[in-house]
């Protein structure tokens, strides 16, 4: 169990364009969803924490005008980088938490979507 | 502020046993974990320490002293495909995972 994935796995879009990248928890209910992004041999930057039916929470230097995040249900999170540049590209990683026994905030985590912004 | 301090790179040889350290400092804890991350993949969990002593999952074991503020990550018998970074992150007050920077783990023949 506890399997979450996105989609797609990767994409090459023009600049200026914009790129939706879904993030599903398949099957179990995800509380919270987390996208992070992760440039070349560098570690996760968590980007934004975004709970069902509410708005996300934005990291330090994050533009929420320009990653829109959506958490329209308890399994489904969208990620869409809008106008697209080439220092966008990137991996971008989503995870999914259930809180079990309130104490145990695992995060199970998709394979990623690789960008390329021509 | 929050802090999570592992080392950038160590190199080990294969068949040898390499301990990964990471210390922390968090506005409260609630578990340390470790995950694995291989190049251009997503991490995948290791383990979780919530009450401190050691976790052994067969060649991986992972030891937590909360008043220390210490973990580290313990690898037997290393493999080729134990090549990887590895990531410790620590849940703080409010359930957020702090991420370190990862340690990335060279296994040389």
């Known amino acids: 169990g506890a399997v979450v994935s996105q989609h797609p796995s990767w994409v090459i879009c023009k600049s200026g364009t914009s790129v939706k990248i879904e993030c599903r928890s398949l099957?179990?209910?995800?509380?919270?969803m987390f996208w992070y992004r992760q440039f070349p041999k560098q570690s996760l930057m968590l980007m934004a924490t975004?709970?069902?039916?509410?708005?996300?929470?934005?990291e330090q230097g994050v533009e929420k005008d320009k990653f829109l995040i959506n958490h329209a249900s308890l399994t489904l999170s969208t990620l869409t980088v809008t106008s697209a540049h080439p220092e966008d590209s990137s991996f971008y990683i989503c995870?999914?938490?259930?809180?079990?026994?309130?104490?145990?905030?695992?995060?199970?985590f998709g394979p990623g979507t690789r960008l390329t912004v021509l | 502020g929050q802090n999570i301090d592992q080392p950038t790179e160590m190199t080990a040889t294969e068949g040898a046993i390499v301990q990964i350290n990471c210390t922390y400092q968090?506005?409260?804890?609630?578990?340390l974990f470790w995950y694995q991350q291989h190049a251009g993949e997503a991490p995948t969990f290791l383990s979780y320490n919530v009450l401190d002593g050691l976790e052994e999952k067969g060649r991986f074991s992972s030891f937590l002293s909360r008043s220390k503020g210490y973990s580290y990550l313990l690898l037997k018998e290393l493999q080729m495909k134990d090549s990887a970074s590895y990531l410790c992150?620590?849940?703080?007050?409010?359930?957020?995972?702090?991420w370190g920077a990862g340690t990335k783990l060279i296994i040389k023949p």
């Open positions: 099957d179990f209910q995800a509380t919270t």
């Open positions: 975004s709970n069902e039916g509410s708005k996300a929470t934005y």
């Open positions: 995870s999914a938490s259930r809180l079990a026994g309130g104490d145990y905030n695992e995060q199970f």
């Open positions: 992150a620590v849940g703080d007050s409010n359930y957020q995972l702090i």
């Open positions: 968090t506005s409260g804890f609630n578990g």
